[in-house]
């Protein structure tokens, strides 16, 4: 398998990751700081698909990276919510909008670094205090999409730039339940403060159960084929497997797992009587299907029969002293009604490129998004960007896309002509 980079440049590279103001965003240090990002997160899943050894995370707990990670990470996330609006409304669509689009992008490369590392104890241990951000960062993702009636806001945009934000956001929300997953996991090792955030500030128990309810990983497609969001994308699922739960299914009930059963989490958890009829709602999907592939589930369903004859206790409050979320309270207040002002700049200094500076972008990222590291991260054949079936051709001047028949081409081709004029080499 190939290596986006290895481990003596990790070294000298992650150290170069720093905070970078939101004024910033879109700026050549920012440009260059997401580069060395991305090649980390590719390098990343390398890693911990291959059972390499894991200097990445290692490198990022040494140098105290995991917080930096998360300012950017919350950086992103309110630019997208209050500057993205005034940037995407002045933008001229004549010019490429690939500039604004990265800076939405690059939040999806930060929490895939994020959730990749994760994965592992001590990285969730080194986030210290700001581990509350995250939390915080978790539920408004998973909120979002519970309001969003899964993909189906995606459909109803109808700029490009819109639609590429839904899409956007809907990622950021599948990768945030491994994330939350990978949390739990570590509860042990975390503050109190955590905990009592997790319960009963975002009660994410009963949020997970409204998750299930709502299971926005699958749908129905327009050719009535059910499909599930698998590996980052929509895949079609067989007929005789439609009783098979995906992955983020399963990481949604073993993270009610974690958090019901948990003895520290069951003494901290208030159970009302409100909490106790949206807990309960789970016992309907408690069937042998369910419990063949998860059977460590067959506590938490006798757990459910045993809280539905139980009267619920008077909750004695403890006194806690409540963290707050520092990085996203801190960038919230030095930008306040900043929004628009920020935008035009951003506007007019950096996403405003000309025909040469723009190429010289594309090739930069074409060099950082290597296709041969990208493929051999793909265990399956590639797909058509037009028709997604099974692809056999790529475009020839950018090696960029891939296309079953030129048809297909051909119709993508208003859509993939700037950016292969973009990234294509001069003959």
Same mark, same amino acid.
């Given at each position: 398998m190939s290596n986006a980079i290895y481990p003596n440049e990790a070294d000298k590279i992650v150290p170069s990751i720093n905070e970078i103001p939101l004024k910033q965003i879109g700026s050549s240090k920012w440009w260059k700081q997401h580069e060395v990002i991305e090649k980390l997160h590719m390098q990343a899943v390398i890693n911990i698909t291959a059972n390499n050894d894991e200097f990445v995370k290692d490198f990022l707990i040494q140098h105290d990276k995991i917080k930096i990670l998360l300012y950017d990470l919350i950086s992103s996330e309110i630019w997208t919510d209050h500057i993205f609006g005034h940037v995407k409304g002045k933008v001229d669509k004549e010019k490429s909008t690939l500039p604004i689009y990265m800076a939405l992008f690059h939040s999806t490369t930060v929490c895939g670094l994020l959730e990749t590392s994760m994965f592992y104890q001590e990285v969730c241990e080194s986030c210290g205090e700001e581990i509350i951000d995250l939390v915080d960062y978790v539920s408004r993702k998973i909120n979002k999409l519970l309001l969003r009636c899964d993909a189906e806001a995606i459909k109803r945009e109808d700029d490009e730039l819109g639609h590429q934000q839904e899409t956007i956001e809907f990622t950021l929300s599948m990768k945030c339940i491994s994330i !939350?997953? #990978?949390?739990?996991?570590?509860?042990?090792? &975390?503050?109190?403060?955590?905990?009592?955030?997790?319960? /009963?500030?975002?009660?994410?128990?009963?949020?997970?159960?409204?998750l299930l309810?709502?299971?926005?990983?699958?749908?129905?497609?327009?050719?009535?084929?059910?499909?599930?969001?698998?590996?980052?994308?929509?895949?079609?699922?067989?007929?005789?497997?439609?009783?098979?739960i995906s992955k983020l299914e399963g990481q949604v009930w073993l993270t009610l797992y974690q958090l019901v059963l948990n003895p520290e989490t069951q003494r901290k958890y208030e159970f009302t009587s409100s909490r106790k009829s949206q807990l309960l709602k789970l016992r309907r999907y408690?069937?042998?299907?369910?419990?063949?592939? !998860?059977? #460590?589930?067959?506590?938490?369903?006798?757990? &459910?029969?045993?809280?539905?004859?139980?009267?619920?206790? /008077?909750?004695k409050q403890d006194l806690i002293i409540e963290q707050v979320p520092i990085i996203y309270s801190s960038i919230m207040s030095e930008y306040k009604n900043e929004w628009q002002a920020i935008g035009e700049y951003q506007l007019k200094e950096y996403f405003t490129m000309n025909a040469k500076q723009m190429q010289e972008q594309a090739k930069r990222l074409a060099a950082t998004y290597d296709l041969d590291v990208i493929e051999s991260l793909i265990d399956e054949p590639p797909m058509c960007v037009?028709?997604?079936?099974?692809?056999?051709?790529?475009?020839?001047?950018?090696?960029?896309?891939?296309?079953?028949?030129?048809?297909?081409?051909?119709?993508?081709?208003?859509?993939?002509?700037q950016l292969c004029n973009l990234l294509a080499k001069p003959k």
């Amino acid at each position: 398998m190939s290596n986006a980079i290895y481990p003596n440049e990790a070294d000298k590279i992650v150290p170069s990751i720093n905070e970078i103001p939101l004024k910033q965003i879109g700026s050549s240090k920012w440009w260059k700081q997401h580069e060395v990002i991305e090649k980390l997160h590719m390098q990343a899943v390398i890693n911990i698909t291959a059972n390499n050894d894991e200097f990445v995370k290692d490198f990022l707990i040494q140098h105290d990276k995991i917080k930096i990670l998360l300012y950017d990470l919350i950086s992103s996330e309110i630019w997208t919510d209050h500057i993205f609006g005034h940037v995407k409304g002045k933008v001229d669509k004549e010019k490429s909008t690939l500039p604004i689009y990265m800076a939405l992008f690059h939040s999806t490369t930060v929490c895939g670094l994020l959730e990749t590392s994760m994965f592992y104890q001590e990285v969730c241990e080194s986030c210290g205090e700001e581990i509350i951000d995250l939390v915080d960062y978790v539920s408004r993702k998973i909120n979002k999409l519970l309001l969003r009636c899964d993909a189906e806001a995606i459909k109803r945009e109808d700029d490009e730039l819109g639609h590429q934000q839904e899409t956007i956001e809907f990622t950021l929300s599948m990768k945030c339940i491994s994330i !939350l997953k #990978h949390i739990c996991d570590s509860l042990q090792s &975390l503050p109190i403060s955590v905990i009592t955030r997790i319960l /009963n500030v975002h009660d994410f128990p009963c949020l997970l159960v409204a998750l299930l309810d709502q299971a926005p990983w699958k749908k129905t497609n327009s050719s009535g084929k059910r499909e599930k969001y698998n590996g980052g994308k929509w895949v079609n699922v067989p007929s005789d497997e439609h009783h098979m739960i995906s992955k983020l299914e399963g990481q949604v009930w073993l993270t009610l797992y974690q958090l019901v059963l948990n003895p520290e989490t069951q003494r901290k958890y208030e159970f009302t009587s409100s909490r106790k009829s949206q807990l309960l709602k789970l016992r309907r999907y408690l069937n042998d299907l369910l419990l063949d592939q !998860l059977p #460590h589930l067959v506590e938490l369903q006798r757990f &459910l029969e045993y809280l539905a004859v139980m009267e619920p206790p /008077n909750h004695k409050q403890d006194l806690i002293i409540e963290q707050v979320p520092i990085i996203y309270s801190s960038i919230m207040s030095e930008y306040k009604n900043e929004w628009q002002a920020i935008g035009e700049y951003q506007l007019k200094e950096y996403f405003t490129m000309n025909a040469k500076q723009m190429q010289e972008q594309a090739k930069r990222l074409a060099a950082t998004y290597d296709l041969d590291v990208i493929e051999s991260l793909i265990d399956e054949p590639p797909m058509c960007v037009h028709c997604h079936s099974q692809a056999t051709n790529r475009c020839s001047r950018c090696q960029n896309e891939w296309y079953c028949s030129r048809p297909c081409q051909v119709k993508h081709w208003p859509k993939h002509k700037q950016l292969c004029n973009l990234l294509a080499k001069p003959k």
